[in-house]
């Protein structure tokens, strides 16, 4: 039996599955700024149908977001922030740095070392790579 391939629909609700916790953070800042008072304030003025709107709105906007972080590549900020927090203790084993370099590690962009650099240079640079690339 071959396998189906996934529409893209199919393919960006995956995305948004996979950065969930981002995402459910995005919609809501959204509803506290469209409906509390000390946002626009338009709870009462929209009424079911107007919120309604606003919601799918803000899933088709969150759609959208999920599948450009899908296509390069880049998990979402809270799911980064909760795998940071649940493997520190195993990434401070591994590493053994203080805690200066662990931050560090966390927010490099990955560097090639080449060969040109110099060894400490090179040590440093495979040290704070961090890896964001969704596998």
Known sequence: MAARRRSRLTTAIHALGQRSMSLYLFQSIVFVVVFYPYGFGLQDDLGLA????????????????????RRVGYRGPAEILLRRLAYRQRLWLRHSPTVATTFASWICVPVQATSSMSSSRRSLTLLFSARRRVR
């Not at 606003?54 to 959208?64: D, P």
């Open 50 to 69: 107007g919120a309604t709107e606003v919601a799918t709105a803000t899933w088709l906007v969150s759609l959208l977001i999920a599948d450009f972080m």
